[in-house]
């Protein structure tokens, strides 16, 4: 060892670390790993990360620098290191500085995070002293974003500021090497929340262990109202058909699938065929419903996922939950959010008991403050990539990055399952899943939340963006939002905002060919669109083609009743509406479709969409005489759903019509052989299943078709994917696999929803990418 004999260089660097490092018990881990390579200096929080100094030989510095990435606690993420150099000081130890003393903490709040194995082995450990204490967590696990009131993320600014730490919980906390330094919303028996057993009138119910007696309640069928971490869920036996039966019947609510919650992966896969990426989705701390193939022989009741060969399943996230599944008789458990309808989802105790007293038989109460209501999220895995479905609990509040500088901006979204997004920089940050914005009670929810994310990331917004469609309650009060503070405002298209949104994901400027299917949006000629073709940059679009329009007679009421959809696209393919056999195929009466028909014929309460979403209302009604849908989307589930096992078919022909895109005309594209096609295999007698797969084949070849078209007009070979029918797995693959067979390069969302919930992000690049040019073309008077 030769270099012994000199005297080993001492250097000092500076080191500040960006990304999720508040929180996360990143601290500890830094002091752990600083001792262990023999470095002085010190950690502490600083503005916007963490900032670390650290002295010794450089051999040991390129240690740690190595290994702060590659071992960092799992909530934790780097997103980047800048390293200064520093004169040595001949410092001794290493220190952890306490939090403000370098400076504002403001990189915000992490998001909540499911039981850490390591808390879960102490919860189920006689000998622990958190045994069986429903509300243990540490640094590397446990609520966050629910129970936080503001900035800084300390305990005071939380729901646990009222319980005062005993002597053990402190001396964990004040411990920089115990797993719970520094710990929030760390707690046990002796000084954290607890839990009781109500009755249905909210009175509590004497229990030596309310757990076990909820658990008695429910293998006996009753229905509970359970606290979780971001608000109630009801919760039922899953194997038991009529107690399924019975909180759907309560709740009011009685096509839509409810999720089910079981005790590990193995007990999923009994459910479930699982595929390795659906594996990991279930098990990141994050822990989202993932929508996944059921097994006929999974022994879930019938009615928990009706018509559709899929279920919702997901993982226990909080120590309560792993302790009803700890007694062998509970296997699965129906869990949903404990609302009516669309409603926001109750979180505060005297809530719970108003709202649903007529629904449970029993309350697990706690009193541990919910302050954020946040539903859990839904992942579904398309065509081996994960993809969000609704980004709620586990990813809120954490920021998307954005490709260009957003001013301090806010994006109210859409309509339907909105979510808006507060940005600032290059950082965008997306509300939890607020709902339907439809009421009252929705547009409170949204207000709430978005005085909570202004405050937490302090961002006092300059720019506020909305979507084109001047009837929404999100645009209205946007409007008047930003009238009140001066604000500027900017509208942007639906379907415009949709393929920003991907673009932005990727990075891209455009231009790129977007392909924008969805149920319904604003369009730029005042009808309603769905199934676009877009020329888009960032700040601007082309429509290049669309599907055909077809008339939607009673407008809103076309989305509740396919039926109407499929009369309104039978009379624009020229089918006779008067027609018998079509009639008793979707079950109508004379006297509707005459009313109907009269309907369209004057153009009364008959706007016209381009709606791929509506299209497939359409279908679901001729081919399974679905005349009503429960819940949003419902048919275009239910047509997958049938052609789930089918082998790819060639699809139905779609027309294209005047395409003269040199006079800027869109292409339009017909759906009237398609119905010739469909109708004529409905009257041999071809299998239903067989239709939905050449249905789904003609919509991907067509619009496959179609951006083949619109390269040869532009010389474009990218194309992003966007829009609600996205999350039709089928769909995505016949469209990317179309796409990639011609020759273009395909873009599609990852941490975006590609349908509603993905909207206000788009609209931020929409907004920032026009604020960079001069002149503000979409920007209202
Ligand atoms: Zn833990
Ligand atoms: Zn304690």
Redesign the pocket.
Known sequence: MTHDIYPKQTRREALLVHGVVQGVGFRPFVYRLALEEALAGFIGNDTDGVTIEVEGTGEHIEAFLRRLRTEAPPLARIDSIAVRVLAATGEAGFRIVASGVLGRVSTGIPADAATCPDCLRELLDPQDRRYLYPFLNCTNCGPRFTITWRIPYDRPQTSMARFK??A??QAEYDDPVNRRFHAQPN??W???PRIWLAGADGAEIAEDDPVIAAIHRLVAGEILAIKGLGGFHLCVDATSEAAVMRLRQRKHRYGKPLAVMVKDVEAARALCVLTMEEEALLTTSARPIVLARKRDTSGIAAGVAPGIPWLGVFLPYAPLQHLLFADERVWALVMTSANLSEEPIAIDNDEARARLGAIADAFLMHDREILQRCDDSVAVVVDGNPQLVRRARGFVPLGVELHLDAPMMLAVGGHLKNVFALARGRRVYQSQHLGDLENLTGLEFFRESLDHLMRTFEIEPETVAHDLHPGYLSTSWAKEWAEERGLRLIAVQHHHAHIAGCMAEHGLEGPVIGLSLDGTGYGTDGRIWGGEVLIARLDEFERFAHLEYAPMPGGEAAIREPWRMALGHLSAAGFDLGSNSLLSLLGVKEQEARVLRRMMERGVNTPLTSSCGRLFDAVVAVVLGRGRVDYEAQAAIELEGLAVDEPDEPGYWMEFKTADWAAREPVRICAEPLWRELMDDLQSGVSKARIAARFHGGVADAFVRAAVLAQKATGIKQVALSGGCMHNRRLARLLRRGLEAEGFVVFQHAHVSPGDGGLSYGQVAVAAAMLKMPKLPGEAH
């Open positions: 730490m005993c053990a919980c707690a046990c002796q000084c954290g």
